[in-house]
């Protein structure tokens, strides 16, 4: 951990403390006392910013800690401001800004009294301090937003950010490869990258951690959403929703409805048959202090199953690809179960899904008149996960999944008065699962997923498309599963593989 992260480190675990402004105001005078005397020492960044007249709009009025003013950016010639910042890393989810100088060029200005080439006509003034910035991010004063954006802008737009780093640094320690966190920020935010539920990020524990008039919200109140009341993910066969009255103290409750059956090897809508229920984030904590980098964390659905028939459909819709389902699913009740390390062991998964053995009516069938039909009741699975990163600015992310699954099979006959069921098939067969996560400047970008499971080669993938008001994002997500390979398929499964297309929308997140 670098110099400056132990700062706030020391700052952010003093909690249940009410600190006066006068208290808080010296502590921030500390941390930037520190950032300039050992700037040189510090894994520090700043891009130079010149505000154009449209940008000043929304950077007037901005308020100052001492003595209760104001600052205004302007638009003049020769004025040019400095950003300074920290980068995302394994400390940081995303990048933090530290304090904001202007640099005025006399000269250039026409203010200098000689305008000689070659004198030093600059002036270097701060004009906000890491308190003033830190008291915008707690306000969510737009100004810093805008800050913000502006820096993740600029360097999007391949404007090198200079390092004030003034010490030799091996570059294998550096640019190290396959770098691992040794506590819960890779599970966190593989898990807030790629699912559908809200996830918190490190700049909400550090809020949460400082308390009182630091943070200045309620306890149920969630900080690392945008500001916005509820979060919610959208897609064509899921949906999400979180609202902040969900927020428990110790985690956090959220709603899902989705289609699809976990471990068949089918994409949504052909498993037919639809989840409902709710998912719990829960944070088990050792001592009386929460820290979501620490934490054992279970995150759990507890959802209902029921049978719901798209048989039918599945040729009018213009995104789902291949045969028709062969396979009927039971209703049932469905666990899905995943977990931070517990007593130096990998992170866990659990999927089971259970339910009663009824063949009445099935959506399915083959055979003369519909006389025969494929049902699975059961499907479980249980993995163990692996995270690394490829640098300690973890622009690329993995995650490999090892593990194994099952599922059982019953033909039934319906010949008869009395329709009667045979286990077909109920093997044990072990998978793997790998992912790339791409996230330059800390924006997530692109998603990988392969998968074999039982000869079976499942491909995802999910791109970003846009984002916009830094709340709204929409992606292009592609799911598909080849037909069985080194095998003849089996007669409930289709022949050619599947596919589904589809567009999820992110709110808040």
């Not at 202007?102 to 026409?110: C, G, L, P, T, Y």
């Not at 209902?304 to 291949?322: A, D, E, K």
């Not at 019953?410 to 010949?415: K, N, T």
């Not at 990988?448 to 992606?475: A, C, P, Q």
């Amino acid at each position: 951990m670098n110099r400056l992260a132990k700062i706030f480190l020391g700052i952010f675990c003093i909690t249940g403390l009410n600190y006066s402004q006068s208290v808080l105001s010296d502590y921030y005078s500390k941390i930037q006392k520190k950032l300039d005397n050992d700037k040189k020492y510090l894994n520090i960044y700043y891009v130079a910013y010149q505000p154009t007249v449209e940008d000043v709009s929304s950077l007037q009025s901005i308020p100052l800690l001492k003595k209760g003013g104001s600052f205004s950016f302007k638009v003049k010639e020769g004025v040019v401001y400095q950003i300074y910042f920290i980068r995302d890393n394994l400390e940081l989810d995303s990048l933090v800004l530290l304090y904001v100088k202007q640099i005025e060029d006399k000269a250039a200005s026409s203010e200098s009294l000689f305008g000689q080439a070659g004198s030093n006509t600059a002036d270097t003034m701060a004009v906000l301090t890491f308190g003033d910035l830190q008291e915008l991010y707690f306000s969510e004063h737009p100004a810093y937003s805008f800050l913000y954006k502006k820096v993740v802008d600029l360097q999007l737009n391949n404007e090198d950010a200079k390092s004030l780093l003034g010490i030799s640094l091996n570059d294998k320690t550096s640019k190290s490869k396959g770098v691992t966190s040794p506590d819960n920020i890779d599970f966190l935010s593989f898990r807030k990258i790629n699912g559908i539920h809200r996830y918190p990020g490190l700049q909400a524990e550090a809020a949460k951690k400082a308390g009182g008039s630091l943070r200045r919200k309620s306890a149920n109140e969630s900080v690392d959403n945008n500001g916005t009341e509820y979060q919610f993910d959208a897609s064509f066969s899921q949906v999400s929703f979180f609202h902040n009255s969900m927020e428990l103290g110790f985690g956090s409750i959220s709603a899902e409805i989705g289609l699809g059956a976990k471990g068949l090897n089918q994409v949504p809508w052909k498993t037919m048959a639809m989840n409902i229920g709710i998912r719990s984030l829960l944070f088990l904590s050792s001592t009386a202090t929460q820290n979501i980098r620490r934490d054992f964390i279970i995150d759990a659905k507890i959802m209902g199953r029921v049978r719901i028939r798209t048989y039918r459909l599945i040729n009018n819709l213009p995104f789902v690809f291949g045969d028709k389902p062969a396979l009927n699913v039971g209703s049932g009740l469905v666990l899905d179960l995943s977990g931070t390390r517990l007593y130096g062991l990998p992170f866990f998964n659990v999927y089971i899904a259970i339910g009663s053995k009824n063949i009445v009516k099935p959506y399915s069938t083959f055979g003369p008149s519909g006389s025969a039909a494929y049902f699975s009741f059961k499907q479980w699975e249980m993995s163990w996960s692996f995270f690394w990163n490829s640098s300690e600015e973890r622009n690329v992310r993995y995650n490999i999944d090892l593990g194994v699954g099952n599922y059982d099979v019953y033909r039934a006959d319906y010949q008869t008065s009395i329709p009667t069921s045979e286990l077909v098939y109920n093997k044990i067969k072990p998978f793997v699962a790998f992912n790339i996560n791409f996230v330059p400047l800390g924006i997530d970008f692109l998603g990988i997923l392969t998968k074999f499971s039982d000869n079976v080669l499942n491909f995802n993938l999910w791109i970003r498309l846009l984002e916009f008001d830094n709340i709204n994002t929409i992606r292009l997500e592609t799911t598909y599963y080849s037909a069985p390979m080194f095998r003849n398929p089996y007669p409930w499964e289709t022949q050619n593989g599947n596919s589904i297309v589809q567009v999820r929308y992110r709110y808040g997140f």
